[in-house]
């Protein structure tokens, strides 16, 4: 190993030596792929992470020995490498670091051979292209345009590649002209270290609807226990004494305590119960006169 | 509905519904008694399961019928 | 129930509801009267609008059954 | 309702719905008790299985209509 | 809701709910009173618009207690 | 709420809620605790089932009533 | 749902819900708690409305809302 190291022309060496200082000063340590990032975007990325992350880009080559050297958990990112990777350094929560990379993707055109990310629509609806070779390109593939006005119009809405399948150069060049991005671009998260695990993009990507799910549940219970073990809060101490209310109610005029307060229920309960028998007995030939109902 | 009332407070009561019964009840009501309603309203009832009427009111209402009117 | 069976008996009677008619409603059907339950209920309904309170109940609706879910 | 009230009460203390005790929760908070109403009120609870009747649902008729709009 | 039911039982009384009162009436039912409850209770209620709560309770449909699932 | 959610959480932690406990979990979370309130809640959940309190529906009058409007 | 309770407790004391904040409170209930799932937890709820996730419960009292896994 140490023979090996000398062969590394000295600024490889220092390049090794930065990353796995990154790596050491941060407990976070994230793998990306910046493979088909324009450069410009790169830019884009590195300002918007500015102060909250590092991006250290470097030859895959370099990253692996730099793990190697250090040994232990964090070498197992190396699984993850994937396309022309970079490391990104940060002191951020990984799950929101993960959240940070996802807001700086941004939609971009496809390149012929790339693999949609979803299913690629193209609505119905007027162009501004005029009459050409355009039809033609848009019948080739598949999409079923008209002359309207001395307008190109496609006729009906399409999906032209379904997720998951490839985009060929044709539909490319449709999309392109009609100025469809379909394409999240930007830095993916391959893997994430932190604190001896790795963790991959499924286990990292929160669902906050089901989180906020969740607290609605949590809030509904903590509502139900205040109120059915009648601890008074201020939120619940309505509802406390409606069901109390509720609970006097019922037994009053289950039991027929004429009372007041609830002799209009009793008078409604008596008249229900009258008119459901009176229907049964209609039924069964009884004439019911008109005041019954 | 005074005849399915008396009849109700009858079942209540724990009593038969009989036409004697029903024709007791009305007039201590000043009903002027209709033989024929009476003879027809036990007919009827014979086969209902007044219990399970009543307690079907109690939970959902008989509104529905309303529209029969 | 069966008080409020004969308070609504006499009331669709068109008889007045007092504590004399609704002991002999009740008796006539052979119930044994407790005076306090029917003085309750007369002095109860003592300001009720009887025809409203029945009409409300008409309209009433569904609310109860939903607790089942 | 202070009447159902105090029935509650007692209930919910393990405690029998007696005119007795009512009447002395009743005075207790200051009410002017009338005894017909106490004895209505025990009478009226005496077959009533209470846990039972506090959950079933006595139809409210004014709130009923309100849904339909 | 023992508590809850002396606490109505006074407001319906037209008695004020202080600590020293829902004691009162809850001792009167032979229960076993804990102060901090009491006190809970009082603070509790002193933001809330008691008859409010009631009127509001006879709107919603009664069926509250209702089993869930 | 707080005292609620620093109950269901020792609950949900297998831990017993105890005045001790549901302090040291208030004050962990910055409440200034007040004690009165804690044996309050401790009291009152002493004889409840939690599972099922947890569970059971209560309805809001709040939201039962917003229909109506 | 201990980590869900942690944040709400922390929520109704007007706390802010951090790392440090939620895991000083599970401790305290005595959680052994896993570091992943507080970052996950305190990630996630910077983008919710806990205030009107706990409305929607109000709304819809049921107690079913079911633990969405």
Not at chain 1, 126 to 150: M, R, S
Not at chain 1, 183 to 206: H, K
């Amino acid at each position: 190993m140490a023979l090996y190291t000398h062969h590394l022309p000295r600024w490889k060496r220092d390049e090794v030596e930065e990353i796995k200082r990154g790596i050491q000063e941060h407990p976070v340590v994230g793998i990306v792929n910046m493979h088909g990032i324009p450069a410009s975007q790169v830019q884009d990325i590195r300002r918007n992470l500015r102060g909250t992350a590092r991006v250290k880009m470097s030859r895959n080559t370099l990253i692996e020995r730099a793990l190697n050297e250090l040994g232990g958990s964090v070498a197992d990112l190396k699984e993850h490498f994937e396309g022309q990777s970079a490391l990104i350094f940060t002191n951020e929560n990984p799950f929101r670091l993960f959240k940070l990379l996802e807001q700086t993707k941004t939609k971009m055109a496809a390149k012929p051979g790339e693999i949609a990310p979803e299913d690629i629509v193209v609505p119905k609806g007027p162009t501004t292209f005029k009459p050409g070779p355009i039809v033609g390109e848009f019948q080739q593939v598949g999409i079923p345009a008209v002359i309207e006005g001395g307008k190109v119009k496609i006729r009906e809405t399409k999906t032209v590649v379904k997720k998951g399948e490839v985009i060929n150069r044709k539909v490319a060049g449709v999309l392109s002209k009609l100025g469809i991005k379909p394409m999240d671009v930007g830095l993916a998260l391959q893997a994430a270290y932190y604190r001896g695990s790795v963790f991959t993009p499924e286990m990292l990507a929160i669902d906050e609807e089901a989180c906020a799910k969740k607290i609605a549940f949590a809030a509904s219970q903590a509502f139900n226990l205040s109120v059915n073990a009648a601890i008074p809060t201020r939120l619940t101490i309505g509802a406390i004494i409606g069901r109390a209310v509720s609970e006097a109610r019922n037994v009053g005029v289950e039991a027929g305590v004429y009372e007041k307060d609830i002799i209009d229920l009793i008078i409604g309960r008596a008249r229900r119960e009258m008119l459901a028998v009176a229907l049964a007995a209609q039924a069964r030939g009884f004439d019911l006169d008109e005041e019954t109902l | 509905m005074e005849y399915i009332y008396a009849a109700l407070l009858l079942h209540n009561a724990g009593k038969e519904i009989t036409e004697e019964n029903v024709t007791a009840v009305l007039k201590s009501a000043g009903v002027e008694v209709q033989d024929a309603r009476v003879k027809a309203l036990v007919a009827a009832l014979e086969d209902v399961n007044i219990e399970e009427a009543i307690n079907r009111a109690a939970l959902a209402p008989v509104a529905a019928a309303a529209p029969a009117a």
